[in-house]
């Protein structure tokens, strides 16, 4: 059973262009998070797809958007990249079981924006 | 979700018991206690969560103060592959939104000493 995978595992960007990275879920999970985490800090939410739609919004620009597909795996874009845009991006899935759903992470790609 | 509060860095002796502790005084009753471990360069993996009783799974024991102000994770018998950043997390277990954000501070970065 694979778990969650992301695409690319690295990327280098300069500023000024946009971005897509990719998410394929763990299976039978249906909700993806996407988290940003700069080096040295903890991973910081961005927002969470359900059903196709984003159910849940971090303190994210609107540079930032996402889509999920209908197999559940998603996207997330980003425009206009800065250089503070430079850091891991996660994906998290889950799937609500018993009130408590864990949240099994992928290993990230690595954006730098020069 | 309420703060937690943890030791930015510890260390332990390889073949000791690793007792990271966690202290969440504003936690409220709904609340869950969530610990995550980043190894470096990876994404973050779940270890553990509980609510107000000890739990114990394959990887750590997880024990929560009667008052739930405080927890600690215990990994029984530390190898070197044990060395990562811990993350203490508090959660609600249902929201609205459906299945809620994590919200990640600093942890404690773990050293197991050969």
């Known amino acids: 059973d694979a778990g969650v995978t992301q695409s690319p595992t690295h990327l280098i960007k300069t500023r000024g262009q946009q971005v897509t990275l990719r998410c394929s879920p763990k299976?039978?999970?249906?909700?993806v998070s996407w988290y940003q985490q700069a080096l040295g800090q903890g991973p910081q939410f961005i927002f969470q797809y359900y059903e196709e739609e984003e159910r849940q919004r971090g303190n994210f620009p609107d540079r930032f958007s996402g889509h999920q597909f209908p197999n559940y795996s998603s996207e997330l874009n980003v425009n206009a990249l800065l250089l503070g845009d430079s850091a891991l991006y996660l994906c998290a899935s889950s799937y609500r079981v018993s009130r408590i759903d864990i949240q099994y992470f992928g290993a990230g790609t690595r954006l730098s924006v020069l | 979700d309420a703060k937690t509060t943890q030791p930015p860095s510890m260390d332990c002796a390889e073949g000791r018991a690793a007792n990271l502790p966690c202290n969440h005084s504003t936690i409220s009753g709904n609340e869950y206690v969530y610990w995550y471990r980043q190894i470096h360069s990876q994404g973050p993996q779940y270890i553990i969560h509980g609510l107000k009783n000890n739990e114990t799974n394959e990887m750590a024991s997880l024990i929560i103060t009667e008052d739930r102000k405080s927890s600690t994770l215990i990994l029984p018998h530390a190898t070197l592959r044990d060395t990562a950043v811990y993350y203490c997390i508090v959660r609600v277990d249902i929201s609205n939104f459906g299945n809620e954000k994590l919200t990640f501070g600093t942890g404690t970065r773990l050293t197991i000493i050969p």
């Open positions: 299976s039978g999970h249906d909700t």
